[in-house]
T-cell receptor, first 117, second 113 residues
Framework: GAVVSQHPSWVICKSGTSVKIECRSL??????MFWYRQFPKQSLMLMAT?????????EQGVEKDKFLINHASLTLSTLTVTSAHPEDSSFYIC?????????????FGEGSRLTVL | SQQGEEDPQALSIQEGENATMNCSYK?????LQWYRQNSGRGLVHLIL?????REKHSGRLRVTLDTSKKSSSLLITASRAADTASYFC?????????????FGQGTTLQVKP
């Protein structure tokens, strides 16, 4: 199946710093990518929909100025957690979707674990 | 709330036994999907069942869908220790095929050797 790569797989940072997480579709073009957040022992919560070349659409309750999303190319979306605080510590997972795949199946990255000290 | 309900939240069985997980959702759907997540890892797509299907099989997996009750079940037969993982159902929000999935709360399955 298609491969989605996330980087970094884990990151530890100090409170107040910004962290960028990359999501790449390696063997297909993804017109749409999705960013999820998952707290320990909980399900995935959709944060935002990232569309190539346009602004991201954020879910209710997700601060767009805190979680900056850029989808500059058909193979790369980035999530930047700005001025991170300990409560932002979580597992962030991206998924990529392309209409050309035809199946409507999403492919997920391996996730990025953020720990804010 | 975005999410549907899944039960049980946690399930512990012996190797060889069958595991059944249930999922309920709130809106009309075109299809429902089941995913597996090993601890600290990404998600793996297991099976998709369309709204006009009632049952679907894939290897040791059997999925049922009851659209009148807005519920689905995942049965894993002859479980193995390697099946230990969290299992999530998911459905698309809205009618467009954009891939925007909403996940259930998940069932954590432990299969004891």
């Amino acid at each position: 199946g298609a491969v989605v790569s996330q980087h970094p797989s884990w990151v530890i940072c100090k409170s107040g710093t910004s962290v960028k997480i990359e999501c790449r579709s390696l063997d297909f073009q993804a017109t749409t990518m999705f960013w999820y957040r998952q707290f320990p022992k909980q399900s995935l919560m959709l944060m935002a929909t990232s569309n190539e070349g346009s602004k991201a659409t954020y879910e209710q309750g997700v601060e767009k100025d805190k979680f900056l999303i850029n989808h500059a190319s058909l193979t790369l979306s980035t999530l930047t957690v700005t001025s991170a605080h300990p409560e932002d510590s979580s597992f962030y997972i991206c998924s990529a979707f392309s209409g050309s795949l035809g199946t409507g199946e999403l492919f997920f990255g391996e996730g990025s674990r953020l720990t804010v000290l | 709330s975005q999410q549907g309900e899944e039960d049980p939240q946690a399930l512990s069985i012996q190797e060889g036994e069958n595991a059944t997980m249930n999922c309920s959702y709130k809106t009309s759907i075109n299809n429902l999907q089941w995913y597996r997540q090993n601890s600290g890892r990404g998600l793996v797509h297991l099976i998709l069942i369309r709204s006009n299907e009632r049952e679907k099989h894939s290897g040791r997996l059997r999925v049922t869908l009851d659209t009148s009750k807005k519920s689905s079940s995942l049965l894993i037969t002859a479980s193995r220790a390697a099946d230990t993982a969290s299992y999530f159902c998911a459905h698309r929000r809205g009618s467009s095929n954009t891939g925007k999935l909403i996940f259930g709360q998940g069932t954590t399955l432990q299969v004891k050797p």
